[in-house]
């Protein structure tokens, strides 16, 4: 099902083809390339997400979900073949990121690519393999084990320092998407451990790594709770057109171990870039990158990366680096406008800019001083912090040249928390 809306473009230019409609990167990414006269088309499998409204989106399309793998490489190849080379097709999502990797030879006949091959993606979206590329570069990460036996769990009980967390190897086709299970006691490990591995991945992953269905363990630092530290920008295939933002997470959904609500602009740590770089160069990555560590009292340890467009992209669009026209510009060969773009990018400013989503913030605040979950003076620090960077602080969401997307969300938010009552609040009630 399609509907068309024709926008002012550049003629000539290829649309950019985004995916995951709630995604607020697939938001930002739209809004970044309408402003720069490149036509949209958002596919996703529903018509609610607000990226879908956006008023720099001219064309919307309904396909499978991404968790349909099959089904929905069927449709991506098809709608290729019915317009080919018309779209500039990037990833937002892990899986799409691993999909258009695997099946990059066929969609290269129909779209335009940046994609860095299936070897460097899965080896970044895998944790195993990541860890094992991150101490060949010299980047330090937590103290992890893969352990594929019981024994080997006992083992785990004995030498490590917990609490820690049971974490899936990878996010990509997961079933459940949960980032981890924290386990307090020894004699807990082994029990939470089988409970959690029955967590199963798409059939379509298992053939290609039949490993990933054995969960990970590694050692729980809570400074991950407020001291998570992230890199995020873009690196050619040559490796040396690389330009970075530096982030720190200050307050994420839940708080121990959950996705970003508030960031604060933090310095570009060189020996941090230069492993990253030297990372990518390891595995052969060109593309848009986020890149997080936990920043401990000694280290800086690595623990994500997400080579794809990402949540808070949007900070860093705000900030000088428009990641999703980098990505386009190398896409389609333009590297006199690519180059530009960076070296624009370079010169930029900062005001000491601030991510914050509002409405999440507010639900924060507001549901869990209800309950008892977050404490008066911190609520106070938060009111604080929000009305010293009110005029600095960018939205995934909130956007006065672009309403829509807003009401669209809370919609959905009021709808979801109607639907799934125990789940909204756990997590936006209790904090859990």
């Given at each position: ?130 860890f094992e590329a991150g101490q060949e570069v010299g980047l ?69 790594d039949p490993a990933v269905a054995r969960p990970m363990v ?127 990018a370079r010169a930029w400013k900062g005001r000491g800019e ?79």
């Amino acid at each position: 099902m399609v509907e068309a809306a024709a926008r002012a473009r550049v003629e000539g230019r290829p649309s950019a083809l985004l995916f995951s409609a709630s995604f607020y990167g697939t938001l930002a990414a739209a809004r970044c390339f309408g402003r720069n006269g490149i036509a949209v088309t958002v596919a996703d499998p529903g018509r609610l997400g607000p990226a879908s409204w956006s008023r720099f989106v001219g064309r919307r399309v309904q396909c499978p979900p991404e968790s349909q793998p099959e089904a929905f490489m069927d449709w991506l190849l098809d709608f290729g073949r019915q317009e080919p080379f018309q779209h500039v097709l990037y990833p937002t999502s892990d899986e799409l990121a691993w999909l258009v990797s695997v099946h990059a030879a066929e969609l290269k006949r129909y779209f335009h690519l940046y994609d860095p091959g299936v070897a460097a993606v899965y080896g970044l979206l895998n944790k195993r393999k990541l860890f094992e590329a991150g101490q060949e570069v010299g980047l330090k990460l937590p103290r992890t084990w893969f352990p594929e036996s019981e024994e080997d769990l006992e083992a785990i009980s004995r030498e490590a320092r917990f609490p820690v967390l049971i974490k899936p190897t990878t996010q990509i086709l997961y079933s459940t998407h949960r980032k981890g299970l924290p386990v307090a006691e020894p004699s807990q490990l082994v029990e939470e451990y089988r409970a959690f591995a029955r967590d199963g991945y798409a059939p379509m992953l298992v053939k290609f790594d039949p490993a990933v269905a054995r969960p990970m363990v590694q050692e729980f630092h809570p400074e991950a709770a407020q001291g998570i530290y992230s890199l995020s920008g873009f690196v050619d295939e040559t490796g040396e057109l690389f330009e970075v933002r530096g982030a720190m997470k200050v307050l994420q959904r839940p708080r121990r171990l959950g996705v970003g609500v508030c960031f604060e602009s933090a310095p570009v740590r060189d020996d941090l870039a230069e492993g990253l770089q030297r990372l990518c160069k390891r595995l052969g990555y060109h593309g848009v990158f986020e890149v997080e560590f936990i920043q401990t009292k000694d280290d800086f340890l690595l623990i994500d990366f997400n080579p794809r467009y990402y949540g808070q992209m949007g900070f860093d669009i705000a900030r000088g680096l428009p990641l999703p026209l980098l990505a386009y510009h190398a896409a389609v060969g333009d590297q006199l406008s690519l180059q530009r773009e960076v070296e624009h990018a370079r010169a930029w400013k900062g005001r000491g800019e601030v991510f914050c989503n509002r409405i999440a913030l507010e639900m924060l605040l507001n549901l869990q001083r209800l309950s008892g979950a977050l404490p008066v003076e911190e609520a106070r620090q938060w009111r604080r912090w929000l009305g010293q960077n009110r005029e600095v602080a960018v939205d995934p969401l909130i956007d006065a040249d672009d309403l829509m997307p807003t009401a669209v969300e809370l919609a959905q938010i009021l709808y979801g928390s109607a639907r799934h009552p125990r789940a909204f609040v756990r997590m936006m009630v209790l904090n859990r």
